[in-house]
């Protein structure tokens, strides 16, 4: 004879199983996607560096400004800009400092110049611009446990190595935000084309024996 207790007893155990086995669609899912379950994130940064100056910079100070347009130079985003302390030299300055950067290659028209205040000058001149930097959030979240496997779903770690490997190897983190411009067309070639095509001509690059990219006769 089948007691209450009996009953009460197989109806909880009933829960306790629906509950544990639960369907995927029920759990919190990690995103089959690597790059949806760990973004990364591309946000301005400002650059700068500061160098002592009296007329001239040393030839240490020299390396480091040339690293620093070269850096800006590939990764750079608007202008950049020359803040020296306020005082009876500061157009000189500014002047001689805004000469050596067109020299490194940075164009007149993207150069800043401005003046610090004297209560918040270290008496250095400052050059600054504003740069791109891709992160990607911290790994390590081990609230899963990796031996319970049943739904086969994927770790909350699942594609964090990665993405840090791609946030620090790209070379402009601007290009993980939108795509670059395209470059401009070449005219002449496409009216080449154009009237080869009108002539019922191959409008195909001919290249010679001497441009062919076989490496090897094997297969020939």
């Known amino acids: 004879m ?44 400002f650059r700068s560096l500061k160098l002592a100056y009296d007329g001239r910079l040393s030839s240490d100070d ?3 400004l040339s690293a620093f347009v070269d850096d800006y130079l590939a990764r750079g985003n608007g202008a950049i800009s020359i ?4 005082g ?4 000189r300055t500014i002047t001689a400092l805004g000469e050596q950067l067109a020299n490194l290659g940075v164009p007149r028209s993207r150069i800043l110049v401005g003046t610090q205040d004297d209560a918040a000058s270290d008496g250095r001149v400052e050059f600054g611009y ?7 959030g911290a790994c390590g979240d ?3 446990q990796a031996a319970d496997t049943a739904d086969n779903a994927p770790m909350p770690n699942f594609g964090c190595a990665v993405q840090h490997d791609i946030a620090a190897q790209v070379a402009d983190p601007r290009d ?5 411009g395209l470059a401009p067309s070449d005219a002449a070639r496409r009216m080449q084309v154009l009237n080869k095509y009108e002539l019922g001509q191959s409008s195909a690059t001919i290249k010679t ?6 490496v090897s006769d094997v297969g020939q």
Do not use: F
């Open 176 to 180: 993980l935000a939108q795509s670059r």
């Open 62 to 64: 020299v390396a480091s």
């Open 209 to 214: 024996k001497d441009q062919s990219g076989a």
């Open 142 to 144: 081990w609230s899963t």
């Open 130 to 136: 504003i740069s791109y930097q891709a992160n990607s």
């Open 88 to 91: 009876p030299n500061t157009q």
């Open 83 to 86: 803040t020296a302390p306020a």
């Open 2 to 45: 089948i007691t209450r207790d009996l009953v009460r007893m197989a109806c909880l155990l009933a829960v306790m199983l629906a509950g544990s086995c639960a369907s995927p669609s029920e759990q919190k899912m990690v995103p089959q996607d690597g790059a949806v379950n760990h973004p990364i994130t591309v946000e301005p940064s």
